[in-house]
């Protein structure tokens, strides 16, 4: 991720419903507490009247954030939100939450003494102290998730190109004989190289511990294995790109929002006139396989060439 750029986690589809239930739930809390010390908080739910005007301006505000939010997520497809235009545009929702609020309370809840102008800038305030506690750690665990993700990588690359100096040095002789006899599976590059949007190389991962890739339109969510553990990485690039960088590997696409590394296939079932990939690790999810892609992939499937060494069976199709 670029240092310009907000933590991709913000911009997640599966992160928005997230991000808005918790606004929702913190800020319903905090305006009930902070109720009895002003005079310009009508919200109850015990007088018809109130409660009813309470329900429209929730279902107001929640409509407003997950007008804003898919906006956002749509934006991001395009260009890269920097800190200070995602700042600018969590002011953007709370300037339109607070204009929301401020009409309700002019039409319906008028407070003598205070007029339209200083009840728009309290209702501001108030809207923004209330929204910047779960943005605020929203924003936190999106970076930590973020940094979580590229140390686990890290630490990956560093121990796989440990592995790899190793095997190169331990090897030499098996590699030569391997070059005067090269096979299919010989040819196929070990390593992988996997670049961002901008072109800049992200990731470096040994093909055997990919298992698939998951696009989320203009990211891939990479999952490989680690010390016996499947993890992921989140890389802002397009699927189309990625699939030529792995051209001539092992990695199939199956789905138009997946990848999957054939050699890691145990099954692949029919249900429903559906097909699914099961993988060999069982805390991996099914992986569906689309019509288009489904001819492809059983010739990719048909092509697998297990070494004699190894005991494992090739995928059978049930």
Not at 44 to 71: K, M, N, P, Q
Not at 100 to 112: A, D, G, K, M, S
Not at 133 to 158: D, G, H, M, T, W
Not at 238 to 264: A, W, Y
Request: hydrophobic fraction near 45%; include cysteine; charge should be neutral.
């Amino acid at each position: 991720m670029s240092s310009s750029e907000i933590p991709k986690f913000l911009v997640s589809r599966r992160y928005i419903s997230v991000v808005i239930a918790f606004i929702l739930v913190f800020s319903v809390l905090f305006m009930f507490i902070y109720r009895p010390f002003s005079l310009a908080v009508w919200f109850s739910v015990d007088e018809s009247l109130h409660f009813g005007f309470t329900l429209l301006f929730y279902i107001g505000a929640i409509v407003l954030l997950i007008i804003s939010r898919v906006l956002m997520y749509s934006v991001q497809n395009h260009i890269e939100l920097t800190p200070i235009a995602y700042i600018w545009w969590i002011m953007g929702e709370n300037l339109l939450i607070s204009l929301e609020y401020t009409l309700i309370t002019v039409n319906y809840f008028p407070v003598e003494g205070v007029s339209t102008p200083m009840l728009a800038t309290r209702a501001l305030m108030c809207v923004t102290l209330i929204l910047a506690i779960p943005n605020a750690i929203v924003s936190f665990y999106a970076a930590y998730r973020s940094k979580c993700e590229e140390l686990e990588l890290s630490q990956y690359q560093l121990q796989r190109l440990g592995e790899e100096y190793r095997l190169l040095e331990n090897s030499k002789h098996h590699e030569l004989i391997a070059a005067q006899h090269p096979t299919k599976q010989d040819v196929a590059p070990r390593m992988v190289n996997l670049y961002d949007s901008g072109g800049t190389l992200r990731l470096t991962l040994n093909i055997d511990s990919l298992y698939y890739l998951e696009s989320e339109d203009n990211y891939i969510r990479i999952f490989y294995k680690h010390n016996d553990k499947v993890l992921s990485y989140m890389l802002r690039s397009r699927t189309r790109s990625i699939e030529e960088s792995l051209k001539g590997t092992c990695m199939v696409r199956c789905h138009r929002s997946f990848i999957v590394n054939i050699n890691k296939i145990s099954v692949m079932e029919e249900e429903r006139r559906m097909h699914y990939l099961r993988l060999d690790d069982e805390s991996i999810r099914r992986i569906p396989v689309s019509k288009s892609y489904y001819d492809t992939l059983v010739t990719s499937l048909n092509t697998i060439v297990v070494p004699t060494a190894q005991s494992e069976p090739k995928p059978v199709v049930e």
